[in-house]
């Protein structure tokens, strides 16, 4: 039995595709990257996002994907060292911290899907950030002072 092209098999399975929403700019459609690229002209999260806007978004999308990992690691680290109290309020705050840390981790990985070698290397460094100040243990944070927390 020749299934051919009724089931979109004959033609790589590009048949049942549907053509990109009016009023989307098919560059933005030319954009998708399915294999590792390094260069300015990325869409990272949002159509069309940095995209043509030049090497100045390009460095700003970098700069977030960098904090948003870094801060991954720094919620995971004040998961841990939440102080006991009242269980119902740690539970939610717990609870909300998770929730924070786990959508930051997942818009990190969809970023990282963009296939850009900047993003991934932006990713990897914020993480590395991250870590370093806050689960390395280099740095300890002794508690409160008169201008917040000091280092000891």
């Not at 977030?64 to 870094?70: K, P, R, T």
């Amino acid at each position: 039995m020749d299934m051919g092209a009724a089931d979109g098999v004959a033609d790589g399975g590009m048949s049942g595709m549907t053509p990109p929403p009016s009023g989307m700019p098919t560059s933005c459609m030319d954009m998708i990257q399915m294999s590792f690229v390094w260069n300015t002209r990325a869409q990272i999260l949002f159509s069309c996002w940095p995209g043509d806007r030049g090497a100045g978004a390009y460095l700003l999308a970098l700069f977030l994907v960098a904090a948003a990992s870094g801060l991954v690691d720094c919620l995971s680290v004040a998961l841990r060292s939440l102080p006991r109290g009242n269980r119902v309020a740690l539970a939610l705050l717990r609870t909300a911290l998770h929730a924070a840390r786990m959508g930051l981790a997942y818009l990190v990985m969809l970023a990282v899907m963009s296939f850009n070698v900047g993003v991934l290397i932006a990713a990897i460094v914020g993480h590395a950030l991250g870590f370093f100040l806050t689960g390395s243990g280099l740095l300890k944070w002794a508690g409160p002072s008169s201008n917040g927390l000091i280092m000891k």
